[in-house]
């Protein structure tokens, strides 16, 4: 490696975004089949069954067809806004990826501050969907755009009160360490009404059901991503997804205990199974929430996060606090 | 505060409940078919178009007599019918019987008023076309050529 | 449309349909917004106006059966039941007993075909997905029944002066009977899934309320009225066909709400079974369509014939001049009256509302447009 022109560490990052773009793609697929298939399911149909063997091919046929779509910029639109809005939304949702530590040795890199990292990436998609509502020039679109940047800002805070409760316990903010101190005891069983919080307020984050304000068909037609078509609309699905993903590996890094798991040969990169099997766990619950409950209204949404969570999650701070002095 | 406690406790049951409920059915069988390659049967009951019957005594011959009354009858005026004089023959021949079911509302008053029960209703639901000429059925054609 | 005369600079204006998610159908609803919330409604109509009523009075009275289902396609037996009934009164014609009860039993099928739709549609306005599914698996079981006995599964044109165009059998009464066993099971099942569902309950209470008062006021029919407390049913009130002769409850609430107007509903489901049971259980013999003439001519005069649809009341008047085409028909909606009270419950709530009101107002566009 040494006479490499590449220095090995630069060579190791090019490798991990390489992987970390396939994940994003990969998720998006499974993650859509499994979504129509669950709801088909949940709602006593089949789902997709027509394109391969139970309609495994679906989701790829479906891409080929959006990628082929025109790009139908409206007439009033702000056309570098609306043009950059999907990419704006897409392009940070590949980067926490390159912090999560999918086993102990499968990590792009181990920041000492990957939690903070992650947790400001994805908070960019809240501009991605504000440029989105405005730069298509849609009152629709609009109103879920504002409807967005008010639930995140909301719900950002008991997520990140949970979370200092799981720092104060392991004093780092580096998620392999975060994982390696959940070694034979998961947060889960220490602090369940923080996973709740902080399960809720991701839920909330990632703006699903019964959340889904931002986009809520029923009222705004489809929100902030009425007006968009073709390749703009599917890298904003793509994004939903790959947040969603994010979202619930943090879960699991910070309560279920990471890759930890029944022993594996090579577990220093196997036990990445047990890691996506908890991931995949929490997406399929999300999706079960999702076609069981009706949408909140907006105002009792951000009555829920500042009368219920917030409270909760600062008194759960303060007990963590008191516990760990004494 | 009470109250407080009570709406978290009581809430949060009732999603759990639904859960489980969408849980359950999610392990039931699925009741729906995939239409094309699967079809349910249906009802023989079922009013599709109308048709000409043929006779059960002489089955070459169906048994409109040209009469028009369903013709003029018709709400919609879907109906175009026409017979002529024939030597040797009783009666009217039919020689054209046309039913335009781009306007066909399916009230069956044709059915009903025809004097020798000549007309019935077709079990065809699936009708496709891509041009309106293609729902403009002579149904004189068909009986003729279920022969 | 509204004409407001001064120009609020924080007031904009949004156009809610004709194509629109939640207003099903081609409604188109002009809204006065601040933010988020509805400042002033005013619904358009119009967008499937088809003129029945013209229609009516250009062609001899048995064109309009077809007509008549085309009007609510959620009720169209009831619509059917309804344009006979008017025919009857006006002409001196008596449906035979078997008739009126096949009429009564396919009616309330047709009322509960409606109200499992509205109870999947409403939830879906709301935003859930799935109970509007199991709906259905209930209402295909109803058109199946229906599709048996008259031959088509929506736009029915089953009923004639005098009678019904087709008997019912013991099949089709077995069937009934099954079904009604099955609808029994299903009820505490929506009960847990959406009735006892803290979002649900959280997004109708108090919503759209409105006192008997303003009801009246607007001329609103149905559940929506029953909702405010009071018991008013044509099948009750102005009693046709032979609903005097089944036991059965006008179920009322007090709220006045989304809350209360969706439980009126859901408790009719129960009360159309066992009005449903009783038909079966005493279905008279006898013919299932009166001697009448092949050609009736109404005879110079007025009548008025109503009926309770699934949305309100339903009114038919007739007047004819002796000849065989109608001289006047008016038709007299239940949705349309529904309908105008919107802009007033409507003032000031949040969008989201608005669609829970809309909803639970069950309306039918083409019904109102007709």
Redesign the interface.
Known sequence: MTDSFLPPELLRILFAAICAIVVVFGNALVMGYLERKF?GR????PGPMEVGWQGLLQLAVDGVKLVGKQLVIPRQADKVLYRIAPIVSFAPAVLPLLVIPFSPKLQGRDFDIGLIFILAVVAINVLAILIAGWGSNN??SL?GA??SVAQNVAYEIPMLLTLLSVILVTNTFSLKGIVAAQEGLWFILVMPVAFLIFFVATVAETNR??F?LPE??????AGFMTEFSGMGFSLFFMAEYTYMFIACSLTVILFLGGWHGPPLPYAEYTSALWFFLKVYFLLIVMIWIR??????????LLNFCWKYLVPFSLVHLLVTAVVLKI | MKDYFA?IF???K??L??MM??LR?FFRPV?TVQYPRERLPI?P???GHTILVRDEEKPEKHRCISCKMCER?C??GCIGLQGEKREGVKGLVLVRYRLDFTKC?????CV?VCPTDALD?SNEYRHVGFRREDFHYDLLAMVEEQK | MSTTPEFREHR?V?NMGPQ???THGVLRVILEMEG?YVMDPQPVLGYGHRMHEKMAES?SW??????AA?MDYLASLIYNHGYVGVVERLAGIEATPRAEYIRVITSELNRLQSHLLWLGVL????????PI??TF?DR?KIL?IL??????RL?Y?YM?VGGV??DIDDKFIERTREYIKWQRSRMP?YD??VT?????R??VEGIGEFTPDLARRYGLTGPVLRGTGVAYDIRRAEPYSVYPDFDFEIPTETGGDCLAAYLVRVREIEQSLRILEQALDRLPEGPFLAKVPKKIKLPAGDATYAVESPRGELVYHLTADGSEVPYRMKIRVPSFSNLSILPEVCRGM????L?ACMGSLDLVIPEIDR
């Not at chain 2, 509302?105 to 008053?109: D, E, N, P, V």
């Open positions: 709801a949940f709602q006593r149909r009152k629709y109103l504002m409807r059901a019964p889904d809520a068909e029923s009222e705004l037609t076609w069981t409950f009706p949408r909140v209204r907006f105002d009792q | 709406q009581t809430g949060g009732s999603l409940v639904g409920i969408t059915e009741v009802s009951n079922y009013r009858e709400p919609s509302s399916l009230c069956g008053t009903e209703y | 904009y949004l629109h998610p939640s988020e062609r048995p064109g309009f059966l077809p007509n085309r939830v879906l306005d709301l935003g859930a997905f799935t599914m199991y698996e295909e199946d599709e048996d006995v008259t031959g088509s736009t044109c004639r165009v087709r099942m847990k899934l006892g569902n803290i979002i649900f959280k997004r949040l969008l989201s509302d669609c």
